[in-house]
């Protein structure tokens, strides 16, 4: 009698480390909506998010901290599905949506915005997802030759990225007492994030987290080589195409509401893999876990560590997050 | 006729490499592509598995044009190892033979109870029982090799192609592959086609082969008939003896020198 | 120790606050760097604003400047001008001029080639600072300029009118505008204000700057002044704190048209939850300032600026 090797006879491991990112996340969030400038205790927090409709505590917590930390979580886990997907279409641990022309297209539009049309700065966030869409289709389209490789994409981002990036850099140069309404976007951050920011980001967190979950499948294929993919089916030229647009919309709309934030894009897969390892079908959900306590946590940092002024997230999250990940880095080894 | 291909010609660059080839493979065979390097036989495989188009020819699977079937379809009658692939790093056996069923499940990627049987059978004859649960980059060569084939035997194809299986594994593993090709050919009845850079086991596992060149078609049929003197002589540049392999049945040869031609000088001159 | 720190910060405040004009003016008189003396054998020393003793044996008769707003306050000194930076902003005698390059790229060649005697350039500034020796070795004269106060702005005004012998002008001109200034200053009101500059949505405060200097002599408080970690112009805000502290006026600064961005306003803050629970929002105390006033160097319009500042400070007394 051969003995069967159940396949799904016990729940993998990863399952019990998802679920422990997500309790982390959690436990991150309730911190950061209790800590602030106003020095509220946790019961009054509650109070003034479910029971009051008016009052201080309730403008500011509902209406200031409460939407700035769902903002925070959304654009760190965008921002995070964003690198881990171009990550595995371009099969390269450096992609991140930077290198596909999100930065450089996003920041270009929101310098020529606020330096040549200041009338409409209220149009930064549209421009630069405009901007950072439309950057990304140039890059697919000048690597296109019968087909996109995952090394054309990445050379065409970085030769695009590098002349925007002297596009920008011009600008600068011809009118440089307006540099700094630009430069505010270049740094990012989640400064004045409210409701309606969050109105504009939670669609694209929801369909992302959506799409990646169903797409997981797909993804993990990409990862065997484009001709195997091909071998089990896969229309690899179409996939990719669909992973490259999911990614850079996930991106911009990250991107439109708290500017040019490094980081996430391209080290917080790199932590997750070290978590959970490579396979999309625990990656993805971790990634968004991890993603959302990263942002929300180091928001919280730049909040009150000079509290009420307030740091860039951006330079919190790489001086806690570069040396965490080579720890991590070390520890795997 | 399983696969039937028609006058393909291939361009890389609108260069053509590959000119006016016809490759048919019956079922049941094995089928061997060799040549010398640059001569095209990777680039004829992955035309055939539609990897990559071509500039003109048809590729009939089964009587019908392959270009008009679905790449789903496809997939569930030709299985492919190639060359170029990535191991993940954390990816064990199982993992990566669940993948074999990919054509057969719906998007979610959910197994049926029919899906895990045959998953665990093309483990199994594969040998890989013991390595289920192993990761694939601490496997030996021949062991990830055998993984792979695994994956492709769980496609449950009627072909499964390979490009150099045995390319870069040692001696014993190279044996360890051929010998499950064999098998798989002989006992699950499946056909194979494939490309192989040694000669010699290109005529003890083939049922046919063809032979290219420069892109064209020099030789094909049986490996007794044209693995000839004269052929390693044009072909591959060497003199050569042959001896009877008695326990495989057939011929293996032996090269003592090599043969430069008078149109070789004239390039390098 | 930074809440003592703080704390004490907040006491000194409230114990000054009715007193602020005077320590503000002391304040004034202190950062002033430029000085100005006349020497006997006719020769004019001044002292620019980094602090370098400029000798001048006649009246300098081929000016170049690297900056439109100190152009046009030599204009207005009496002086003339050969050659300018480009730029979007110059003063309206200065179009015509013979450009040397934009203000972060000048070009030496350029410069060179108009003879210049005396050059005049913008202190604390990497890309004009980095200049002075080539000027030097050709005996061109420079003068480093930079004023981010009312007071600052005299000094300088006095230096270029006395390097151009028109200390009549001074007088006439900047002593006045000093006159004015005090009449349409003197009656105080308390209020706090929190300054921002327009960019997309975020808070970013500015403080320190020739608005916040106007606005303060009003008898404002910016809200963001104890909280200063250095001396930083422009920071980020928490949004938190400004609905605690509800500041009187909200003040922005915009590169744009002041209608456009008015218009705007209507859109986005209006319909925020966070900002139009904000008394200055709800009673119509947000405030867009035109940039000619308060962004660029008002120089001579200063008074045309406190004006401005003293009709929206009407609607509080």
């Not at chain 1, 540099?179 to 951050?189: D, H, Q, R, Y």
């Not at chain 2, 090709?181 to 290109?202: C, F, G, P, R, Y």
């Not at chain 3, 015509?96 to 390059?101: C, D, H, I, S, Y």
Request: hydrophobic share 45%; charged share 20%; glycine share 6%.
């Amino acid at each position: 009698m051969i003995k069967k090797a159940n396949i799904d006879s016990k729940i993998d491991h990863r399952v019990f480390k998802i679920a422990l990112i997500f309790i982390m996340f959690i436990i991150t969030l309730i911190i950061g909506i209790s800590y602030g400038s106003l020095k509220i205790n946790i019961i009054d927090v509650f109070k003034a998010i479910f029971f009051e409709s008016d009052g201080l505590n309730h403008n500011i917590i509902f209406n200031v901290r409460l939407p700035r930390n769902l903002v925070a979580a959304m654009v760190g886990i965008n921002l995070a599905l964003s690198g881990v997907t171009l990550q595995g279409v371009m099969n390269n641990p450096l992609a991140s949506p930077g290198l596909i022309g999100i930065s450089s297209g996003a920041g270009f539009m929101a310098f020529v915005i606020m330096i040549l049309f200041p009338d409409y700065a209220y149009l930064v966030p549209i421009g630069a997802f405009l901007g950072a869409i439309s950057t990304s289709f140039l890059i697919y389209l000048l690597a296109y030759k019968q087909g996109v490789s995952a090394i054309r994409l990445i050379l065409s981002g970085v030769a695009v990225s590098a002349f925007i990036g002297a596009g920008i850099n011009i600008l600068m140069t011809f009118y440089p007492d307006k540099v700094s309404g630009g430069l505010s976007f270049m740094i990012g951050g989640l400064s004045g994030k409210t409701w309606p920011d969050f109105a504009s980001i939670w669609p694209y967190t929801l369909i992302g987290s959506v799409l990646c979950v169903l797409l997981s499948n797909q993804i993990n294929l990409l990862q065997l080589g484009d001709e195997v993919a091909i071998g089990l089916g896969l229309n690899v030229e179409k996939i990719r195409r669909i992973f490259i647009i999911f990614a850079s919309f996930l991106a911009a709309s990250a991107v439109s509401v708290a500017g040019l934030l490094g980081f996430v894009g391209l080290i917080v897969p790199h932590i997750t893999r070290l978590i959970i390892g490579s396979d999309y079908r625990y990656l993805y959900p971790a990634t968004i876990g991890v993603g959302a306590i990263t942002l929300v946590g180091c928001d919280l940092i730049a909040r009150i560590l000079f509290d009420p002024v307030e740091l860039p997230v951006g330079i919190i999250m790489a001086v806690l997050g570069a040396p965490f990940f080579l720890y991590l880095l070390r520890e795997k080894k | 006729m399983l696969i039937k291909a028609n006058n393909l010609t291939i361009a890389y660059d609108n260069k053509e490499v590959v000119h006016n080839v016809d490759i048919n493979v019956n079922k049941g065979e094995i089928i061997t592509i060799v040549g010398p390097n640059g001569s095209g036989k990777t680039t004829v495989l992955k035309a055939l598995t539609r990897i990559i188009k071509c500039k003109k020819g048809e590729i009939f699977l089964e009587g019908k044009e392959i270009k008009k079937i679905k790449d789903n379809k496809i997939a569930k009658k030709i299985a492919i190892l190639p060359q170029t692939r990535n191991t993940p790093k954390d990816f064990n056996v199982e993992t990566l033979v669940r993948y074999g069923r990919f054509p057969h499940t719906n998007w979610q990627g959910k197994l049926s109870k029919e899906d895990k049987d045959i998953i665990d059978w093309a483990i199994r004859k594969t040998g890989m029982s013991h390595f289920r649960k192993s990761k694939l980059t601490k496997l030996s060569g021949g062991e990830r090799q055998r993984a792979w084939i695994a994956m492709a035997l769980a496609q449950k194809t009627e072909i499964i192609v390979l490009d150099e299986p045995t390319t870069f594994l040692d001696l014993s593993h190279q044996l360890e592959v051929l010998e499950l090709i064999k098998d798989l050919n002989k006992s699950e009845n499946v056909t194979i086609l494939m490309v192989l850079h040694d000669l010699n086991q290109a005529i003890r596992y083939s049922t046919r082969l063809y032979v290219m060149e420069k892109g064209k078609v020099i030789a094909k049929g049986n490996p007794e008939e044209i693995i000839s003197s004269k052929l390693l002589n044009d072909i591959f540049n060497v003199n050569a003896d042959f001896y009877e392999d008695k326990r495989h049945e057939c011929n293996h040869f032996i090269p003592y020198k090599i043969e430069r031609k008078i149109h070789d000088r004239r390039n390098i001159e | 120790m930074k809440k003592i720190i703080l704390m004490m910060m907040m006491a000194i405040a409230l114990v000054t606050v009715g007193c602020s004009n005077d320590i503000s003016s002391a304040e004034k008189n202190e950062e002033v760097a430029s000085t100005v003396e006349k020497v006997e054998n006719n020769n004019i020393v001044v002292k620019d604003s980094n602090d370098r003793e400029v000798v001048f044996t006649k009246k300098p008769e081929k000016v170049i400047s690297l900056y439109g707003s100190f152009a046009d306050l030599w204009y207005e000194a009496g002086g003339d001008l050969v050659g300018i930076c480009d730029s979007r902003r110059l003063p309206e005698k200065a179009m015509e001029l013979p450009k040397v390059g934009k203000m972060s790229t000048p070009n030496i060649e350029a410069i060179l080639a108009l003879e210049p005697d005396l050059m005049i350039m913008r202190s604390e500034y990497a890309k004009q600072e980095e200049l002075l020796s080539i000027f030097e070795q050709n005996n061109i004269n420079v003068i480093f300029v930079n004023y981010n106060s009312f007071e600052e702005m005299m000094k300088v005004y006095e230096m270029f009118c006395l390097i151009n012998g028109n200390e009549n002008i001074f007088e006439e001109k900047g002593i006045s505008m000093r006159t004015k200034i005090s009449e349409i200053t003197e009656l105080k009101s308390e209020f706090t204000y929190l300054q921002l500059f327009a960019t997309s949505k975020s808070v970013s405060a500015k403080d320190g700057n020739i608005t916040s200097e106007i606005i303060n002599d009003f008898g404002g408080t910016n809200i963001t002044t104890k909280y200063s970690i250095s001396s930083e112009e422009s920071k980020q805000f928490s949004l938190e704190k400004v609905l605690e502290l509800d500041p009187t006026f909200i003040f922005v600064q915009t590169m744009g048209s002041l209608e456009k961005t008015q218009e705007r306003m209507e859109k986005d803050i209006i319909t925020n939850p966070a900002w139009n629970s904000l008394t200055a929002v709800k009673e119509g105390r947000f405030i867009y300032l035109p940039n000619d006033l308060f962004v660029y160097k008002p120089n001579l319009r200063y008074v045309e600026a406190y004006e401005y500042i003293d009709k929206i400070i009407e609607t509080i007394r």
